[in-house]
């Protein structure tokens, strides 16, 4: 059972091992967006963000639902997005040091 935890957690941090998928998880932090709206503000092609929404999504991180057309994700993690808030703090305070 811990082992598989592990496993769980490993998985999770191989998915926030890539650039992409961390602005991705950062954007979604201020709620709900459609693909579109991800696409339009990461700059990425689309192809490229809808592959890191699939990894986001199969380690647990993000959840999506569909509306017509559209597909919205969030994060399901809810704290991740207040953790990402305060790595953001501390990073972007040593960087001023």
């Known amino acids: 059972m811990k082992s598989n935890l592990y496993e769980k957690k490993a998985q999770i941090f191989k998915a926030l ?5 961390l602005e991705i998880i950062d954007f979604l932090a201020d709620g709900e967006k459609c693909v579109c709206e991800i696409v339009e503000k990461l700059n990425y092609e689309q192809p490229h963000i809808s592959k890191s929404l699939i990894k986001l ?8 639902r569909k509306e017509g057309l559209n597909v ?6 809810c704290c991740m997005g207040e953790f990402f808030n305060c790595l953001n703090k501390i990073l972007e305070s040593e960087s001023k040091s």
């Not at 091992?17 to 998928?21: F, I, K």
């Not at 199969?58 to 959840?63: R, S």
């Not at 919205?72 to 993690?77: A, C, G, M, V």
């Open 57 to 64: 999504k199969e380690a647990g991180l993000i959840k999506d």
């Open 17 to 21: 091992s890539n650039p992409v998928r």
């Open 72 to 77: 919205y994700y969030s994060l399901k993690i």
